[in-house]
C-alpha cells in the first residue's frame, strides 16, 4: 500500500546535491538527499528533531497547500 504524502519540501545544497524531506500521513519523515556527485540518492526515515529550521519552514509551507498544516505542525513538534 503506498503511503500519502502531506508535506515535500524540495530544496538542493550547493546548486547540485538534491536535499528533500517528505512527511507522510502515518507520521514518519524521510530524507532524500545526495552526499556527493557518486555518493547519491540516499533515503533514510529521520525524527522532526533532525530538521533544520528551514527545511521545516519549507515543509509546513507545501503542506498550508496541501490543507495538512495542522498535522505538519503537529508531527514537527511545533
Known sequence: MEKNIIA???NTRKE???????IYEDGTIFHFYDKSKINYNIEEEVTADS????????????????????????????
Open 51 to 78: 530538521i533544520s529550521n528551514k527545511n521545516k519552514e519549507l515543509l509546513l509551507s507545501d503542506a498550508k497547500k496541501r490543507g495538512t498544516y495542522e498535522k505538519v505542525k503537529q508531527i514537527l513538534n511545533l
Open 8 to 10: 515535500w519540501s524540495h
Open 16 to 22: 547540485v546535491f538534491d536535499d528533500d524531506y517528505i
